[in-house]
């Protein structure tokens, strides 16, 4: 029962398209990941002076506000993951769930 449930549900084209989308979705926002982290670490690898460098005449320098920008930029990402995840995805999953008759 359950191995002719799993057939039905990977043959139902809008499993195939749930698949790609999140699959798509999913690798887009870790190559912009990607390239915003190690262009930081890139940054701190090749060119420590910029971050080194102090904003104004207090004792904090731009690689602070730059490096909690990359954390905040994570959270942001991921959080627009989820609105998508729980909104479009979770919608085409249900609709899959009653194709199957399950």
Known sequence: MQENLAAKIAANPKYQQLVGTRSRYGWTLTAIMMVVYYGYIAIIAFD????????????????????????????????????????????LTQEIVKESGK
């Open 48 to 91: 420590k002076e910029l971050f080194a460098e102090r904003l104004g005449a207090g004792v904090m320098t731009y690689g602070i506000p730059v490096g909690l920008g990359v954390i905040l930029f994570t959270v942001i990402i991921t959080g627009l993951y989820v609105r998508r995840a729980n909104s479009e995805f979770d919608s």
